[in-house]
Each structure stands twice: as structure tokens, then as C-alpha cells.
């Protein structure tokens, strides 16, 4: 046999050793690779299926002692314990809806606050308080609207329905209820009428400043901007906005409110749905009445101005979006546009909107007291700093409608 025949035959030999050799460990690595996928990628959902069947029969029996109600109970109880039951398990499912609702709007709102500091945007600087601060939960805070020239309405309140100094504290402290004189800056920060509410709020210490330049055409912004820094400043169930003018039963309110505590988004007020102003120079003219059709249209239903209050929800809907909201003439108008095409439960009570004695004093002595008592013509009391004791005397709920009451 010659060199070259014997090659050959030594290389041919030598691929069929490496073959087999090659089938070999390709026989191996799959088994291998079979092992550690089935090691690396169980299923945490079969955890379950591979325990002994005695566990497995005692969580199956858990699942069902929590979900599935013990029939030969059921067949015991009476038709009532059967419905109580139901009844709990409704108001359980309202309470984790409106815990998830909650967690939703707080997390929006954080987002919010976040996108103003890192966008350079203005921050009220009273919003930087201590995270204790906002730990607690508050019935409500009301939003006395005033302005510059209205010490005399202020006082008047002070003096009859508004609670002062320690007592006011005390309402805070085991009510939950936060009152403020709501009032921004003039259009010369600093000023002489800046300078005299800040020594009227040092000698009361009862107002709310905003970020907002104060002006009657700017209602519908200075509201919005109330919502916004009390819904940041305080964790309440509601936000009221009241005008200087009316007297406010704080005890009725407070029972009124509570009664819808357990709804994540409503509009409380007395609903009308007033006449459309197109013609200039009369008071409450809509500049933008084109927008509700032709002339003579009604607006669509919202409260009236003298007194509201909503829910959290919607406080912190506004102050998510609040630069995206437009603003109408009338702030009674723009808060009402604000909730047109969602979810909101609007309430109407009429118990928020009494005329001045003797309407109230007939309601109260009927057993239906008022939350609130005004005048119609004046959109508020006539006269108000001279009569609101007048209105209280004959209207006023009691301190015992208010100490004396649980919310």
C-alpha cells in the first residue's frame, strides 16, 4: 500500500472518532441545558401543585373559608344577616374604591408638584411644611373670600359666627375643621394694603394669602388658586369656598357635609342655571357668551356663588390641571365648566342658600336649619356688617350644634 493510500485511511479514521465524539457532547449539553431550564424557569404559579397533597387540601379549604360563605351558616341565619352581610361587603368595596381613587389623585399630585419645581414654575412658599404637618386628616377647610377693602365684613364675622383665637384652635384640633380669610397681594406688593392685612393676620393670625393679584375680574383665577393652595396646604375631605358677606351655621354645615363623605367626587351647592349676559356694561356680562349658543340661552347647571364646597378629589383635579382650565367671567361659571364631562355627583341643597330672617328663623324653628342665609338681591346680606348680628341672633345653630356634635 503506498504512503498516500495509508493517509487517506488515517484521516478517515480520525474524522469518524471525531464525529462520534461531536454526537457525544451534543447528546450532553441537551440534557445538561434540559436540567438547568428546568431549574432556572419553573413557574412560580406551580409552587403550589408540588406541594403534598394534605397542604395543598388545607389552603385549598383557607381560600374558601375567606371567599365562599359557610352554607350550613347561611341556612341557619336569617334573610337580614344574609343582607347585613351584603350590605358590609357594598360599603367595603365603596371604602377600597375611594382608598385607590385617593392613591390615585395623591400620586398625580405629586407628579404635579414635581413637574413645577423642576419647570422653574412659581411655589407657594407656605407649601414647604414639615411632612408631620400634613399627616392629618381634615373634615373640611373653608375659604372666606375677602378682599382690601372689607375689614368691617371680616370683623363682623369675628364677631358672630367665625370662632376665635383658643377656640378656633380647638375646632382645628378635635373637629377638623380649618377657617380662613382668603385675600392675595395688590398689584404693589408690599403696598400700603398689603402691609395692613399683614398686621390684621398677625393680630388674628386667621388668613390664607395666595399667589394672585387681587381684582373683581379675577375671581374665577383667585378661585382656583384657593383650591389649589388649601387642597396642598391641608388633607381634608372637603373645600368650601364662602363669601364675607353670609352668615354660615359651621355645625350645619359640617352635619351636611359628612353625609356625603363616603362619595370620592361631588359638587355641593345651591344649583341654578341663570341667564347668558351678552350685552356689555350690565353686571355679570359673559364676554364669551357666543359659546353658549345663541342669545338668551341659560348656562348650564352650577352653585351659587355665596357658598360651595367639593370634594377631594375634585380639589386635586383642579390642581393637577390647573393651567390647563379655562376661566369664564363669573367664578360660580368657571368652577361649574371645570366639571362638565366628568363624573361628578352635583348636589343640590337648598339648605345652603336661606333667605335672612324671618325665612331662616321660620326654617330653624321647623327643625330644618339653615347652613347658610344671605339675600338674594344682594347676592349676600345687605348691609351686612351692620345687619350679621341680626342674621346670628335670630339664625345662628348654638354652640352646641357645633361642641357638642360628631362628624
Request: charged fraction near 30%; proline fraction near 3%.
Amino acid at each position: 500500500m503506498s504512503w498516500k493510500s495509508r493517509g487517506a485511511e488515517t484521516v478517515s479514521s480520525k474524522n469518524v472518532v471525531s464525529r462520534k465524539l461531536t454526537l457525544l457532547l451534543c447528546i450532553g449539553c441537551f440534557f445538561a441545558g434540559t436540567l438547568f431550564v428546568d431549574r432556572m424557569w419553573a413557574d412560580p404559579g406551580d409552587e403550589d401543585l408540588s406541594l403534598p397533597r394534605g397542604k395543598l387540601k388545607e389552603k385549598l379549604k383557607l381560600v374558601s373559608d375567606v371567599y365562599v360563605p359557610n352554607t350550613k351558616h347561611a341556612k341557619s341565619g336569617s334573610k337580614g344577616d344574609v343582607l347585613s352581610e351584603v350590605l358590609k361587603s357594598h360599603d367595603r368595596i365603596l371604602s377600597l374604591d375611594k382608598t385607590i381613587s385617593n392613591l390615585e389623585m395623591e400620586l398625580d399630585a405629586a407628579r404635579s408638584v414635581q413637574d413645577n419645581l423642576l419647570s422653574g414654575a412659581p411655589f407657594n412658599e407656605e407649601l414647604k411644611m414639615p411632612s408631620s404637618s400634613r399627616k392629618r386628616r381634615y373634615l373640611m377647610v373653608i375659604g372666606i373670600n375677602t378682599a382690601f377693602s372689607s375689614r368691617r365684613r371680616r370683623d363682623s364675622l369675628r364677631a358672630t359666627w367665625m370662632p376665635q383665637g383658643d377656640k378656633r384652635k380647638k375646632l382645628e384640633k378635635e373637629k377638623g375643621i380649618i377657617i380662613r380669610f382668603v385675600i392675595g397681594h395688590s398689584a404693589t406688593s408690599g403696598g400700603i394694603l398689603d402691609r395692613a392685612i399683614e398686621a390684621e393676620d398677625r393680630k388674628h393670625g386667621d388668613f390664607l394669602r395666595l399667589e394672585h393679584v387681587e381684582g373683581y375680574l379675577e375671581l374665577s383665577a383667585k378661585t382656583k388658586t384657593y383650591f389649589v393652595t388649601a387642597a396642598q396646604l391641608w388633607d381634608a375631605d372637603f373645600y368650601v369656598k364662602v363669601d364675607d358677606d353670609i352668615h354660615v351655621n359651621i355645625g350645619t354645615l359640617a352635619a351636611t357635609l359628612s353625609r356625603h363623605h363616603s362619595k370620592p367626587r361631588v359638587y355641593i351647592g345651591c344649583m341654578k342655571s341663570g341667564p347668558v349676559l351678552a350685552q356689555k356694561g350690565v353686571r355679570y356680562h359673559e364676554p364669551e357668551y357666543w359659546k353658549f349658543g345663541e342669545q338668551g340661552n341659560k348656562y348650564f347647571r352650577h352653585a351659587t356663588g355665596q357658598l360651595y364646597a367639593i370634594s377631594r378629589d375634585l380639589a386635586t383635579y383642579i390642581s393637577i390641571n390647573q393651567h390647563v382650565l379655562h376661566k369664564y367671567a363669573n367664578e360660580d361659571v368657571s368652577l361649574g365648566s371645570w366639571f362638565i364631562g366628568l363624573d361628578v355627583e352635583h348636589i343640590d341643597d337648598r339648605r345652603l342658600c336661606c333667605g335672612t330672617p324671618p325665612d331662616c328663623e321660620w326654617k330653624a324653628q321647623a327643625g330644618n336649619a339653615c347652613v347658610a342665609s344671605f339675600d338674594w338681591s344682594c347676592s349676600g346680606i345687605c348691609n351686612s356688617a351692620d345687619r350679621i348680628k341680626e342674621v346670628h341672633r335670630r339664625c345662628g345653630e348654638g354652640d352646641n350644634a357645633l361642641w357638642h356634635s360628631t362628624f
